[in-house]
């Protein structure tokens, strides 16, 4: 079984940044896709912001500019680097990662970023 460990939650004023960090038990470049999710409370699940094992990026329009997606393959971890955060932000936020082999999905347990003056 698969496990993904996330880090780098917790509060941060408006217009500050946070870098998420997310390692799986198995080594990054046996999956094909790596997301970031998040969940703010009363609303779906969305995509933040996504990475292919061919390292193309995607990003949902609300965070485009001000959000990073990465993966450092010697570190074995995905990373989120968000900046200029504004309280839409606050979320429960979730590392996801598709085996190239079978196709499963993998999630982490998520960590809360809160954004509050």
């Known amino acids: 079984q698969v496990q993904l460990v996330e880090s780098g939650g917790g509060l941060v004023q408006p217009g500050g940044s946070l870098r998420l960090s997310c390692a799986p038990s198995?080594?990054?470049?046996?999956?094909?896709?790596m997301g970031w999710y998040r969940q703010a409370p009363g609303k779906q699940r969305e995509l933040v912001a996504g990475?292919?094992?061919?390292?193309?990026?995607s990003y949902a329009d609300s965070v485009k500019g001000r959000f990073t997606i990465s993966r450092d393959n010697a570190k074995n971890t995905v990373y989120l680097q968000m900046t200029s955060l504004n309280t839409e932000d606050t979320a429960v936020y979730y590392c996801?990662?598709?085996?190239?082999?079978?196709?499963?999905?993998?999630w982490g347990q998520g960590t809360q970023v809160t954004v509050s003056s």
């Open positions: 198995r080594r990054i470049d046996t999956f094909s896709a």
């Open positions: 996801k990662m598709v085996s190239d082999y079978t196709k499963l999905a993998y």
């Open positions: 990475i292919t094992s061919d390292d193309n990026t």
